[in-house]
Every structure is written in C-alpha cells, then in structure tokens.
C-alpha cells in the first residue's frame, strides 16, 4: 500500500468523500512534481476522482430525496385515503340494521354499495344471492357511519335495510376520495364480522 493511497484514506475518514476527493486532486500533482512523474497525467487521474466523487454524492443526495418524497406521498395518502366497510348497527330508532362505516381518515365521496344477502338454499343446501337495492351516499367523512337506505317498492318511503347479526352479506363499495382517486372495496359480513374478499 503506497504513502498516497494511506492519506487518501485518512483524509476520507476526516473529510468524507468530498474531500478526498479534493485531496487528491490538490495532491496528485504535487506527488507526481516530486516523484517526477508527468504531472499532466496527475492532473487528469485527479480531475476523473473528483467527478466520480461528485456524481456518487449526488446519486446519494438524489436516492435519498426519492426515498423522502415516497415517505412523504404515502403519508398524505394516509391522510386523504377513506376506507369504507359494510357493518352491523343497532340504534334506539331501528332495530338491528346495515351501515356504511369510513374506518379511514379521508372524506369518502359517491359511495355506492352493490348488496347482496346471502341465503342458504333448502333444495340444493348452496348458497344463493339476493340483491338489495341501496341508496348512493354523496359524502361519508371520516369515521363516519350512515344507514344503508333502500326504499319501499309501493310506496317509495326510504327505510334502513335490516339484518340480523347471524345472516351474511357481500358487498362491493366503490367510492373517491377528494382529489378524485377511486377505490373499491369487496367485503363478506357476518357473525364473526366482515372479511376482505379478493375483487
């Protein structure tokens, strides 16, 4: 190991790669003057070991702002993202019922639900669907809960879509968040609570 390549390594401890680079390139000429070497030659390792120096301490610095600028884009999705999920409630006016529950932070815009009530057919001992129709819901802020609402087929009066916690039902949301991104989620709900089911 050469006398140069030593303080080169000293001066990157003390200085990091910046200045080590500058070292060298300060330094390798005054080396080759003394050791009567071409100094043009010095000159041009010297120039090349700052520029490589610089561009890995930019490529550092710009990974570095990626990194930072992801974190920073994940967290405001956190912040905006609204997560709505199909539940059982039960309240002082109505029985037990369904609700739509934005367990998120954002604000859920034109949630829409597409509902159906699973039923075990008796003839055949499989599952069948029955659709429920429900009613679109504008804006659903975080942490919020409101009523599924279908409307009587006769009279067109609204009334919350009932169930009881035993039954299970599938559901597909679609809704937005304030910047407009769209979202769907595909959920069953039953005894044991609501699951996320592949879409």
Known sequence: MTRLTIWCQRLAQRTGLTGAAA???????????????????????????VVLAYTYETYQIR??????????????????RPFVVIDFE???????????????????????CSLFRIEMDPATSKERKREEECERIDVLAGHESRSLISRDWESGEPFPVKGLSQETFEATITYKNIEGSSYKSHLRLGPDGYEVLKS
Do not use: C, K
């Not at 070292?23 to 003394?34: C, D, K, Q």
């Not at 002082?92 to 369904?98: A, E, K, Q, T």
């Open 23 to 49: 070292g060298v390139f300060l330094g390798a000429p005054l080396v080759a003057w003394i050791a009567g070497w071409n100094v043009g030659n010095a000159v041009v390792f010297g120039t090349g070991v």
């Open 90 to 112: 039960r309240t002082p006016s109505y029985p037990i019922h369904l609700v739509l529950r934005n367990i998120g932070h954002g604000t859920a815009l034109g949630v829409s």
């Open 63 to 80: 990974q570095q702002m990626v990194r930072q600028t992801g974190e920073m884009q994940a967290q405001r999705e956190l912040q905006i």
